[in-house]
């Protein structure tokens, strides 16, 4: 026999009930019957043990420093609808979809993306070691090849040889790659073969490649990496007392129903006075939470003033030399803003990039990004995990008339970046050595870009 509960019980605040919820909860959980995962958070670097067991020389900061390198890498190749400039870093497999989502979205006038990744908001997500391969998921702001044009967070997965390990100094995408096949620099055309020997490029397993990248998806019931849900105390009371108004009336119904089936009249009765009860003390609950439910004036859409635009000067000396030289609205782009704007005082600079067409048809392109985003009135040396590379063609834009100068690794002093109190800075590079000595130009490249944003 079901007795009918007693008013007094179980009818008390939201807080009783949650708690009664949640009991119930947990003991369907224990009983195998129901499961619930919430994930508020990632660990950032879980199961990198299994890598640093073999490669003691890995380390996450300078793996995620690389991570950013090869990002900036693949949104230059985007922009510039080259993508043969992210090849060196991009698995075999990888490498034609990549090429096919550049070549379409310039086709289309996509080809310009947001910033490039912050990394703040850039994390190791899962690590793998087995007697093959380390693999290693990273999950990060990006727009770059995710399907059907998607933006947002996405994860990038990369892969190499388990039997080799982190070079000293760590690893640097900076460094200059030599054609696997015939050691010249490496210099790819647009198919990714070799400018010299014409073999289709081959990525080695043994350095760390981008093999995947897919958008982040989150399971339902969980959070996705870096994010926490919160909800008004007031409406989180809401939604728990019409939970509670759905069990009390199930309960209610099943009681009514085993005292109505075993003939018992005054039991029905007595479980309607019940439910009549419960009702109506929840009904005040709610009246009282909604009646404390703050309300919000409307705010007036706020109207801020466009951004100033980047005034740049550039200067060269070296196997390319230029007077001081005034630079086109847009030839400068900081973190991205292909508008050629300044920077906020709340964004920190991280990525530099300038194009010049010369009287003479030539152009030059160079590429800048810091390991650390840098404010206002800071300063920061690309030799500490950043990347640097300059490209020159020549007016006839034949091969001996096209050079490059990339930043090598751990040499400090070469390539410095400087930023002033009101958004200006000041780029230097200096002795830049050439990657193919047989050009038109090589030899030395050093270069001063200074910008203010007043």
Not at 344 to 360: K, Q, R, W
Not at 438 to 446: E, L
Request: glycine fraction near 12%.
């Amino acid at each position: 026999m079901v007795d009918a509960a007693d008013p007094g019980d179980g009818a008390g605040g939201p807080e009783d009930l949650m708690k009664q919820l949640a009991s119930a909860m947990e003991e369907a959980s224990s009983s195998g019957r129901a499961r619930i995962v919430m994930t508020s958070g990632m660990h950032n670097g879980s199961g990198t043990a299994a890598i640093t067991g073999h490669d003691p020389g890995f380390d996450q900061t300078n793996f995620l420093a690389w991570v950013r390198q090869v990002h900036f890498a693949v949104v230059t190749a985007w922009r510039s609808a080259e993508p043969q400039g992210a090849r060196p870093y991009v698995g075999d497999n990888l490498y034609p979809r990549l090429s096919a989502d550049i070549s379409q979205a310039a086709a289309a006038g996509r080809s310009a993306l947001p910033d490039v990744v912050d990394e703040d908001n850039a994390v190791i997500g899962q690590a793998h070691s087995d007697a093959s391969v380390d693999t290693i998921t990273v999950h990060l702001d990006s727009h770059a090849s995710l399907p059907e044009g998607g933006s947002g967070r996405a994860v990038w997965t990369f892969q190499r040889s388990s039997q080799v390990t982190t070079p000293a100094g760590g690893v640097n995408a900076g460094e200059v790659k030599n054609c696997p096949s015939c050691g010249a620099p490496l210099k790819l055309d647009a198919a990714g073969d070799c400018t010299y020997c014409h073999t289709p490029y081959k990525a080695p397993t043994e350095d760390w490649l981008l093999i995947d990248i897919a958008p982040e998806r989150t399971v339902p019931g969980t959070l996705a990496p870096g994010t926490s849900k919160r909800g008004h105390p007031v409406v989180t009371a809401i939604i728990a007392v019409g939970v509670a108004l759905g069990v009390i009336g199930a309960i209610i119904g099943v009681v009514a129903g085993v005292k109505g089936g075993s003939g018992g009249g005054n039991a029905a009765n007595q479980a309607n006075s019940t439910a009549n009860s419960i009702v109506s003390s929840v009904d005040s609950q709610v009246s009282n939470a909604l009646a404390n439910l703050p309300t919000v004036p409307a705010t007036p859409a706020p109207t801020t003033a466009p951004p100033p635009s980047v005034n740049a000067q550039l200067t060269l000396t070296g196997s390319v030399n230029l007077s001081p030289s005034n630079l086109d609205t847009g030839a400068v782009v900081l973190n991205g803003h292909t508008d050629g704007s300044c920077l906020p005082a709340s964004e920190p600079l991280h990525s530099i990039t300038f194009e010049v067409t010369f009287d003479s048809g030539a152009s030059m392109m160079g590429q800048f990004a810091v390991s650390r985003p840098i404010g206002r009135g800071a300063t920061a040396d690309l030799a500490n995990g950043g990347a640097a590379l300059i490209h020159f063609v020549g007016p006839t834009q034949a091969s001996a008339d096209d050079e490059t100068w990339p930043m090598p690794a751990g040499q400090p002093g070469l390539v410095t970046v400087s930023t002033d109190a009101t958004g200006g800075g000041t780029l230097k590079w200096q002795s830049l050595q050439p990657s193919e000595p047989a050009s038109n130009y090589a030899g030395q490249s050093s270069g001063l870009l200074t910008w203010t944003c007043e």
